[in-house]
């Protein structure tokens, strides 16, 4: 059994060296991975991220174990976008309060904390084993670490369990919006949580020493070619700016990926408050692309303009297959333009936007 070393600041130095480097070499794969059930950036996020933690780490000199973990944490929520940023990061920052001052921790130490990490990614994301998430690595890793006490052994354990996530339907983050379809591809942030565990592997190697990086040639993940003919998405408020400013958060969350045609029909056509039937029959057909459109409203009188295009009393004609979604309206918009966006049918999008009546925020 290799022995666990010396787990001082200047060994997680190393290994956030080894991390950085590793997301490098295998960011494009990251990206394979979620680009077949999310938005397809996971891998760039991942490698702007750690290359953003190095800098930060540079310019502040972290002084124990703790403080890096928990640099390293706010550094990601604070540059990577969708959900890896908020996840990673919490799991780092908690590992570090966790670790507190000392140095250097112990294993039994360094098990607690990552352990307190996993538990507040889970709270986070409300994930549970099984969901085909990130912590479907992190806690087998967690148990064998517990268990044999190495590194490598813990490495060994996340790998079985990123390969796991491939049978299992997503519960959980963007790949759960598309239900069954989720099953047979592997979670992208499983696989990241063992390049963080082959990191710490490479790091207790003596004569392991970072590749040189080339930091002239930005990363560019390989991409699918642009997704066409999908779901179109049209968001009516009585306020333009809200219609407008909700957009731009959807888009947002969709992240760095191809966004599904979506469009703003807020106010009225001079500018005051209220609904349009005119703008929302424009935005409707710059929206369709023959799979349908999914309309959000924000309140009563926006649904009964968009019913009365429907309904054919109106002289304008809808594109075929426009529904209203009955959803809240800033929730709502996110699920269903991320769920138009990696290419879910119309059923789907709606579905996604119904499920935001359903979320709890206490």
Avoid at 46 to 72: H, I, W, Y
Avoid at 141 to 149: E, N, R, S, V
């Amino acid at each position: 059994m290799t022995a666990v070393p010396v787990l001082d600041t200047a060994y997680f130095l190393r290994w956030l060296s080894a991390s950085s480097e590793l997301f490098r070499r295998e960011g494009a794969r990251l990206t394979a991975l979620d680009a077949a059930v999310g938005d397809g950036d996971h891998g760039a996020n991942m490698v702007r991220g750690f290359d953003a933690v190095c800098e930060a780490v540079e310019q502040n000199a972290p002084a124990t174990p703790g403080e890096l973990f928990a640099l390293a944490g706010t550094t990601l929520t604070n540059s990577v976008g969708g959900a890896s940023g908020p996840l990673f990061g919490m799991a780092l920052r908690r590992t570090g309060k966790r670790l507190g001052t000392g140095e250097p921790v112990t294993p039994d130490e360094l098990a607690a904390a990552l352990r307190a990490g996993a538990e507040a990614v889970g709270k986070l994301g409300g994930a549970v084993p099984g969901d085909s998430t990130l912590l479907d690595a992190l806690l087998p890793a967690l148990d064998a670490f517990d268990g044999d006490g190495t590194f490598v052994a813990a490495r060994d354990a996340a790998l079985a369990g990123a390969e796991a996530t491939g049978p299992m339907q997503a519960k959980k983050g963007r790949a759960s919006y598309l239900g069954e379809r989720s099953i047979g591809h592997q979670d992208a942030g499983a696989h990241s949580v063992v390049l963080l565990f082959d990191a710490l592997v490479l790091a207790a190697d003596p004569g392991w020493t970072p590749a040189p990086v080339a930091v002239a040639e930005p990363f560019v993940a390989e991409t699918a070619a642009p997704k066409v003919g999908r779901v179109g998405v049209v968001l009516v408020s009585h306020s333009r700016e809200v219609a407008e400013s909700t957009v731009e958060l959807a888009k947002a969350m969709v992240g760095s990926g191809d966004v599904a045609p979506v469009y703003a029909a807020g106010g009225t056509d001079d500018g005051r408050v209220g609904t349009s039937a005119e703008r929302i029959h424009a935005a409707a057909l710059k929206a369709d692309e023959g799979k349908g459109v999914a309309i959000l409203c924000d309140m009563g009188s926006a649904v009964l303009t968009v019913q009365a295009l429907l309904s054919g009393t109106d002289d304008r004609t809808m594109p075929a297959d426009t529904r209203i979604v009955d959803a809240p309206f800033v929730e709502g918009a996110v699920g269903v333009v991320v769920t138009a966006s990696v290419g879910g049918d119309l059923d789907m999008v709606l579905a996604a936007g119904e499920d935001a009546r359903n979320y709890r925020k206490g």
